[in-house]
């Protein structure tokens, strides 16, 4: 994991990049993929798909998502965690 953080910092936000990434549904590149998508440019409904998705694989509270939800002003991971 601690990798896969370190890759996301070094990449920066790459919103097209995360999309590819997630589309793959393997489980390292839907973590980097949350590293690096761009909060800004992510819908509520996108946001959503997300938390599902890193729900169902049971890394919501460990990827550190730290995007904000667009229009909610909390972070992805507190609703991932139910809080």
């Known amino acids: 994991m601690r990798d896969i953080k370190a890759l996301g910092k070094k990449l920066g936000h790459n ?11 393997v489980y390292e590149a839907r973590v ?15 946001m959503d798909l ?6 169902q694989l049971g890394i919501a509270r460990r990827a550190e998502f730290h995007a904000t939800c667009v229009g909610q002003g909390r972070r992805v991971e507190q609703q991932a965690a139910g809080v």
Request: charged fraction near 15%; proline fraction near 6%.
């Open 32 to 46: 980097l993929s949350s590293f690096i998508a761009d909060p800004a440019r992510l819908t509520p409904a996108q």
């Open 50 to 55: 997300m938390v599902q998705g890193l729900r």
């Open 15 to 25: 919103h097209k990049l995360a999309r590819a990434l997630w589309g793959t549904g």
